[in-house]
C-alpha cells in the first residue's frame, strides 16, 4: 500500500502592529476596570473591552496546518494553539494549475477580478511559496502555501500537466 501522507506546520510570523494592538487592547480593559472601581460607568466599558479582547485577541496569532493525504490537502488555522477552524479542503482531481508564486503559467489567473488568493503562509520573504488553483463547485479558489518537496512530487505524479515547478 502506498499511502501518501504528510503533516506541515507554519507559524505565520506576526506582524509588529498586531503586537502592539494586543497590548493595548489588554491594557486599555484593565486601566478601565482599575478606574471604573471608582468611577463605575468606566466600569462598563471596561467590561466591554474584555469581551473585545476575549473574542479578537487570540486571532492575532495564527497557526496553519497542512495535512496531505493521498491527493486531498486539508487546511486548518489554529488560533493562538487553542481553537482550530477548518480553511478549506482541496483534491488533486480539482487542480487546475500549480506552480510558484512569482510564475508566468500564473498570470492570466492573476488578473482575474472573481479569483480572491487566499494566503495560507507564514508571511516570511525568504519562503519558498506556491499558487495552487482549484475547479470548486463555486467558481475557481486560488490558495498560497507553502509545501516540501514530497507533497510537490507527489501532486506531480498524480497531475503532471499541472504541475509546473520552474
Known sequence: MNDSYKEILI???????????????????????FIGLVFWPLLIVGAVLVVVCWLFVPKLEVEYEYLYVNGELDIDAIYSKQKRKKMGSYDASELEILAPENSHELDSFK????????????????????????????????????????????????????????
Open 111 to 166: 488578473n482575474k477580478k472573481d479569483l480572491k488568493l487566499k494566503d495560507y503562509t507564514s508571511l516570511d520573504p525568504h519562503a519558498k511559496c506556491y499558487i495552487l488553483v482549484f475547479n470548486k463547485e463555486k467558481g475557481q479558489e486560488m490558495i498560497k502555501v507553502e509545501l516540501d518537496e514530497s507533497i510537490l512530487n507527489d501532486l506531480r505524479r498524480i497531475a503532471p500537466r499541472k504541475v509546473n515547478l520552474y
Open 11 to 33: 507559524k505565520r510570523n506576526t506582524p509588529a502592529g498586531n503586537k502592539i494592538l494586543k497590548g493595548l487592547l489588554i491594557a486599555l480593559a484593565a486601566i478601565s476596570i
